[in-house]
């Protein structure tokens, strides 16, 4: 199952990823940011979109399953 991570070495726990996800999956917690839920993430990678850091202090691991006849779909 594939769920997000904070780089806690790099994140600066500005908080941009904790309001736009839609799904109440992150967290802060002593000003650390925490995947609280992640069964309730959807992998949306909006968090990803918004963190200032490039590449962003957040990242998908493990595998995604289902949907691996749509992986080329994309554009
Ligand atoms: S990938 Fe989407 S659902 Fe998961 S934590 Fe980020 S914004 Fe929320
Ligand atoms: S948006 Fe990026 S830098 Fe800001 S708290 Fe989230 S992971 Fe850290």
């Not at 769920?3 to 802060?28: A, H, M, T, W």
């Not at 590449?55 to 992986?71: K, L, Q, Y």
């Amino acid at each position: 199952m594939a769920q997000i991570e904070i780089d806690y070495e790099r994140c600066k726990g500005c908080g941009k990823c904790v309001s736009y996800c839609n799904y109440s999956v992150l967290e802060i917690l002593d000003d650390l940011i925490v995947v609280a839920s992640p069964g309730k993430c959807v992998i949306c990678m909006k968090c990803m979109d918004v963190c200032p850091l490039n590449p962003p202090a957040i990242r998908v691991v493990g595998e995604r399953t289902g949907d691996s006849c749509t992986r080329h779909k994309k554009g």
